[in-house]
């Protein structure tokens, strides 16, 4: 059989794709998609919203395509939605970025992460994440032939307040080196739901200062926060701006993860870096998307529907949270984005894995193991041993019926 080469097999061995026996095997994501199709259980594996944005959006986009805006947009991406960013990040957060030269748009956030890495970093350097940390992460370290350092979020149990996932301070020092040359962070954090404090990102700040490393956020679910919890930009941090390349999309703030309309802001010359990189992935991105996306970022019908998505999610989240520990499972609530993390120790599984095979049978239910998001041996992966990552992106009523089968593990 033909062996594929090239740096395929480093991309698969920090994705789990390869077993430590060097075989091959599909991703637990894709496993457990197939098990809730083959059963018919519910599936809160995948984080995609089951209804659409705003119908606004919709035909700013068909408006678009009929008047004729089909051909490469330019490669820095179109001069409405670079103005939008730019709007957006001032109205926001009082940041205060170029059009013309701070702004990238890019191919969603995945995108944009990887053309990052790409530019910044390369064999000898750590990139270093949180952990968990989204998967896409370990691949394009792994593809820029860098080396993956983590520093581990904790569920620090309650204590006055609810439990939460909070970064170690001790172990995100020691995981800072010489050698750091990016700091990747994700706040709001998926898998755990964590919202990163001011004094956390300040501890960050500071570390990378002083080990003279650029941060690269990824705020893609920026505006998906609950309880009256404040999404702070890294970039807002005092002596940051110059250091920090802030990531965001349109996919999980206005409900089109299909889209992949994502961007970038930051100093001109970092800037510059990723748009070479980009042009040579994808070239440009979404011409027609382009200003749909403008238009649902500068719209205040829009903005409202944001704000309505934000307070219904955290009513779901509630659901299916409580749904879960009348079920059995400890709950971290989290504090924004579409996850949750519930460990399954209480229930007798000391495997989240080994849970969420058998979660289909035993409550018509599918979740995917935290260890999904984690480097096997850490120590994030030992404490998330037996916690499952659930999402409550859904309609309620299917959370409704999620809620009603996993009552099943509690009789
Ligand atoms: C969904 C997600 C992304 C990907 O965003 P796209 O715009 O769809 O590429 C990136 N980071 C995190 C943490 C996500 O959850």
């Given at each position: 059989?033909?062996?594929?080469?090239?740096?395929?097999?480093?991309?698969?061995?920090?994705?789990?794709?390869?077993?430590?026996?060097?075989?091959?095997?599909?991703t637990i994501f894709a496993e457990m998609s197939a098990l809730a199709a083959r059963t018919g259980a519910v599936n809160l594996g995948q984080g995609f919203p089951d209804v659409d944005g705003p119908a606004s959006v919709v035909e700013a986009a068909v408006a678009a395509m009929r008047?004729?805006?089909?051909?490469?947009?330019?490669?820095?991406?179109?001069?409405?939605?670079?103005?939008?960013?730019?709007?957006?990040?001032?109205?926001?957060?009082?940041?205060?970025?170029?059009?013309?030269?701070?702004?990238?748009?890019?191919?969603?956030?995945?995108?944009?992460?990887?053309?990052?890495?790409?530019?910044?970093?390369?064999?000898?350097?750590?990139?270093?994440?949180?952990?968990?940390?989204?998967?896409?992460?370990?691949?394009?370290?792994?593809?820029?032939?860098?080396?993956?350092?983590?520093?581990?979020?904790?569920?620090?149990?309650?204590?006055?307040?609810?439990?939460?996932?909070?970064?170690?301070?001790?172990?995100?020092?020691?995981?800072?080196?010489?050698?750091?040359?990016?700091?990747?962070?994700?706040?709001?954090?998926?898998?755990?739901?964590?919202?990163?404090?001011?004094?956390?990102?300040?501890?960050?700040?500071?570390?990378?200062?002083?080990?003279?490393?650029?941060?690269?956020?990824?705020?893609?679910?920026?505006?998906?926060?609950?309880?009256?919890?404040?999404?702070?930009?890294?970039?807002?941090?005092?002596?940051?701006?110059?250091?920090?390349?802030?990531?965001?999309?349109?996919?999980?703030?206005?409900?089109?993860?299909?889209?992949?309309?994502?961007?970038?802001?930051?100093p001109a010359p970092l800037v510059d870096a990723v748009r070479a990189v980009k042009q040579f992935l994808t070239y440009v991105s979404g011409a027609p998307f382009q200003p749909a996306i403008a238009h649902a970022l500068t719209d205040d019908a829009v903005a409202a529907w944001v704000?309505?998505?934000?307070?219904?999610?955290?009513?779901?989240?509630?659901?299916?949270?409580?749904?879960?520990?009348?079920?059995?499972?400890?709950?971290?609530?989290?504090?924004?984005?579409?996850?949750?993390?519930?460990?399954?120790?209480?229930?007798?599984?000391?495997?989240?894995?080994?849970?969420?095979?058998?979660?289909?049978?035993?409550?018509?239910?599918?979740?995917?193991?935290?260890?999904?998001?984690?480097?096997?041996?850490?120590?994030?992966?030992?404490?998330?041993?037996?916690?499952?990552?659930?999402?409550?992106?859904?309609?309620?009523?299917?959370?409704?019926?999620?809620?009603?089968?996993?009552?099943?593990?509690?009789?």
């Amino acid at each position: 059989m033909t062996q594929p080469h090239g740096r395929w097999s480093e991309v698969a061995r920090a994705v789990g794709l390869l077993g430590p026996d060097g075989t091959a095997r599909p991703t637990i994501f894709a496993e457990m998609s197939a098990l809730a199709a083959r059963t018919g259980a519910v599936n809160l594996g995948q984080g995609f919203p089951d209804v659409d944005g705003p119908a606004s959006v919709v035909e700013a986009a068909v408006a678009a395509m009929r008047s004729g805006r089909n051909q490469y947009p330019p490669g820095a991406g179109t001069p409405e939605l670079r103005r939008a960013v730019v709007d957006h990040q001032r109205r926001h957060y009082g940041l205060d970025v170029d059009p013309d030269r701070e702004v990238l748009v890019t191919t969603g956030a995945t995108e944009a992460l990887a053309a990052t890495v790409l530019a910044l970093a390369g064999p000898g350097e750590e990139v270093l994440t949180l952990e968990p940390f989204y998967d896409s992460y370990a691949a394009v370290i792994a593809l820029a032939g860098a080396t993956h350092t983590t520093a581990p979020l904790v569920r620090v149990p309650a204590r006055g307040s609810a439990p939460a996932f909070r970064l170690d301070e001790a172990a995100l020092r020691a995981a800072f080196s010489p050698r750091t040359r990016l700091v990747l962070l994700n706040t709001p954090h998926n898998p755990t739901g964590a919202v990163l404090s001011r004094t956390e990102l300040g501890l960050v700040a500071r570390l990378a200062r002083e080990h003279d490393a650029l941060v690269v956020t990824d705020e893609v679910y920026e505006h998906l926060v609950f309880d009256g919890a404040e999404h702070v930009p890294v970039a807002t941090l005092p002596g940051m701006a110059d250091r920090t390349l802030t990531i965001s999309s349109a996919g999980k703030t206005f409900s089109f993860t299909g889209w992949k309309i994502g961007w970038l802001t930051g100093p001109a010359p970092l800037v510059d870096a990723v748009r070479a990189v980009k042009q040579f992935l994808t070239y440009v991105s979404g011409a027609p998307f382009q200003p749909a996306i403008a238009h649902a970022l500068t719209d205040d019908a829009v903005a409202a529907w944001v704000r309505d998505l934000a307070t219904s999610l955290a009513a779901r989240r509630d659901l299916l949270c409580d749904g879960l520990e009348a079920a059995g499972f400890t709950v971290t609530r989290p504090a924004g984005t579409y996850f949750v993390v519930a460990d399954g120790a209480p229930l007798g599984f000391e495997d989240g894995a080994d849970l969420c095979r058998r979660l289909p049978e035993l409550a018509g239910v599918v979740g995917v193991p935290v260890r999904a998001f984690t480097r096997p041996g850490s120590a994030a992966d030992d404490a998330l041993a037996s916690a499952v990552r659930f999402t409550f992106v859904k309609r309620e009523d299917v959370l409704h019926d999620a809620v009603d089968r996993l009552a099943r593990l509690a009789s």
